[in-house]
Every structure is written in C-alpha cells, then in structure tokens.
C-alpha cells in the first residue's frame, strides 16, 4: 500500500481551490489537474507499507487543538503548481508531531522538510500567471491516514482512518 498522512479539505476550501484552478485553465494553462474530491495537504509521506494498523496505532499518540487554515496565494516545484496555506504555526506543530510519532513507531517516511501546499496542478504548461484565490477557511479538527491507487482516469484516494483533535 502506498500510505501518507494529510489533511483533508473542506468543501469551502475545494470549491475556492476549484475555482483557482478554473481561473488558471481560462488562462490557457494546461496539465494535470488535481479533482476537487484529492485536493488535500500532506503532512507526511510513508510511501509503500504493508499494514495501516501499526500507522494507525501511532497517529493516535498524535494530540492537537483544532485550527483555521485558509489559502494563500500560489507557488511552484518546477511545474508542480500548488495553493500556499496562511495559518502555518499550528499547521507545522501538527506535522511535527505526526512526523515524530511515525519516527517513535519506526515507521518510514520521507524526511523532506514540510513545505505546505495543496497540489493544484502537476506537469502544468507555462508561467504561473498572478490570479486571486477566492477567500476561504477552514477549521482543521481531524487528519487522516490516506492510501494512494492508481486508478484509469487518475490518482484513488482512501481513508484508512481519521485522527480527531482533542478539545481540552
Ligand atoms: P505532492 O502533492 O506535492 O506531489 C500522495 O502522493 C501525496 O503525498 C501527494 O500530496 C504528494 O505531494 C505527497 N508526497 C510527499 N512526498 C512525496 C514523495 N516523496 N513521493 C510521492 N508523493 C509525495
């Protein structure tokens, strides 16, 4: 199983991050585009594992407060084109703590510095053009461990399991 942990987004955020992507094709730009149902922020990524339930075991240990996330603005990996998040401190604390518990468990993960981003497009043709993201927020109170298949028409997205924030 290709395995990785993330933030799953609301359908304020998708919709603001679909009409990004719309304004972007009206623009002439071409590539890969994410489906507004994977739109999602990687907290970590395990890659190939055999079992969830080991995973799942150590993304429990994880306690975190809820916190508003929203977009802002858009940045490139080459011609990996992603929506930036405004709301970061708690958002690294998060990602911090996911990444220290799979460390503690010995579970495998790519140590790459967390950059937050939702991926928008990949393989995308052009200059990144200035657009506007439409305002949108959202109140992070879970994160979820993902399987990733390759489907026909496109990346399959999974829940293997949500981890809920404490509220204390
Ligand atoms: P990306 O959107 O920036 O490509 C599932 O593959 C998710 O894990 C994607 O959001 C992908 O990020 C992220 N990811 C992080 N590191 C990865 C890696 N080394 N290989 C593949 N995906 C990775």
Request: proline share 6%; glycine share 8%.
């Amino acid at each position: 199983m290709r395995l990785f942990v993330a933030v799953r987004l609301s359908a304020e955020m998708q919709e603001a991050l679909i009409s990004a992507q719309n304004a972007l094709y009206d623009r002439g730009v071409r590539g890969n585009f994410t489906a507004g149902e994977n739109l999602h922020l990687t907290l970590a990524f395990i890659g190939e594992y055999p079992e969830a339930e080991p995973v799942l075991d150590a993304l429990e240990r994880v306690s975190f407060s809820p916190f508003e996330l929203s977009p802002e603005g858009l940045g490139c990996f080459g011609d990996l084109w992603w929506a930036g998040l405004k709301g970061s401190a708690p958002l690294e604390a998060l990602a911090r703590r996911v990444r220290r518990a799979l460390a503690e468990a010995e579970i495998p993960f790519d140590r790459k510095r967390f950059s937050p981003h939702v991926t928008l497009i990949r393989r995308a043709s052009g200059k990144l053009p200035g657009i506007r993201i439409p305002p949108a927020s959202m109140r992070v109170e879970a994160f979820s461990l993902m399987r990733s298949d390759r489907g026909k028409r496109g990346m399959i997205y999974t829940e293997l399991g949500l981890i809920e924030a404490r509220r204390d």
